[in-house]
């Protein structure tokens, strides 16, 4: 099985700093895209920012200048720098993965995965 493991959440000054780590285990070939999205209370999802395999990072318009997502392939691993946090950044924080996985029969299975959440809260 393929799982997404969050990790970096907490609770955090408006103003302050946080880092979230995502790692992909299990019987994987390649990971294309990955993003991090979040969700609020009573809220819809939404995209904080995506990378694709090659680098190229997208950010949401309320992240852009304050958030970098990066990667590391050998490790199968994805980060969230978050910079200059605001209260309205309380969220749970969900990783993505677009994965390409060995099968029992050494066949490859495209799927897209979620993590399971970490939680991120600004307060004073």
């Known amino acids: 099985q393929v799982q997404l493991v969050e990790s970096g959440g907490g609770l955090v000054p408006p103003g302050g700093s946080l880092r979230l780590s995502c790692a992909a285990s299990?019987?994987?070939?390649?990971?294309?895209?990955m993003a991090w999205y979040r969700q609020a209370p009573r809220k819809e999802r939404e995209l904080v920012a995506t990378?694709?395999?090659?680098?190229?990072?997208k950010y949401g318009d309320s992240m852009q200048g304050r958030f970098t997502i990066s990667r590391d392939n050998a490790k199968n691993t994805i980060y969230l720098q978050m910079n200059n946090m605001k209260f309205e950044d309380t969220a749970v924080y969900y990783c993505?993965?677009?994965?390409?996985?060995?099968?029992?029969?050494?066949?490859?299975?495209?799927?897209?995965?979620w993590g399971q959440g970490t939680q991120v809260a600004v307060s004073s």
């Open positions: 990378i694709s395999n090659s680098g190229v990072a």
């Open positions: 299990g019987s994987i070939f390649r990971i294309d895209a």
């Open positions: 993505y993965a677009e994965v390409l996985a060995i099968g029992a029969s050494s066949e490859y299975i495209a799927f897209n995965k």
